[in-house]
């Protein structure tokens, strides 16, 4: 299948599995100091044997730290991506977010979601509340 502008359009399946869970930890983002992310609302994408990606809620981003770029990718499976820079962060913070603004009808959950590079960013905690049902602890 083919989009207007005649790049690959597929489906996830059992060759390519693409699953998206809610997160149930607090994930937090932070770049020199301050916290350009901070939310209980994550998703978390497992895409075929690629590292999960954590997707954070584009409400629970300070947008005001972010300054979108003309950087962009294409995922056959996930559509049209767009990046964003932490300028706080410098160099090493360049397009470092991104998110799929109008995601294909399989991953549609990402739609208002962004993710951020680990290497890109000073850190992303990822930390279970006490006190939630089910949970006996804090995840290492």
């Known amino acids: 299948m083919k989009d207007l502008n005649s790049k690959p359009i597929k489906i996830p399946g059992p060759d390519h599995p693409i699953t ?14 301050r916290r350009i992310a901070d939310t209980r609302e994550a998703l978390t994408l497992k895409e075929a044997a690629y ?19 003309s950087h962009q990718t294409y ?7 767009a990046y964003y820079s932490i300028p706080a962060g410098g160099e090493r913070s360049v397009n470092a977010v991104w998110t799929y603004e109008a995601p ?4 549609s959950e990402i739609r208002e ?12 905690q990822i930390a279970v509340e006490v006190g939630e ?4 602890g804090v995840l290492p």
């Open 20 to 33: 998206i869970t809610p997160a149930r930890e607090r994930i937090t983002v932070t770049v020199a100091g």
């Open 51 to 69: 590292p999960p990606v954590h997707y954070i809620p584009r409400k629970d981003v300070d947008m005001t730290q972010l300054q979108r770029t």
């Open 75 to 81: 995922c056959p499976y996930k559509g049209e991506c």
């Open 104 to 107: 294909y009808a399989a991953v």
């Open 113 to 124: 979601y962004m993710a951020f590079y680990p290497e890109r960013v000073d850190s992303i």
């Open 133 to 136: 049902p089910g949970i006996h």
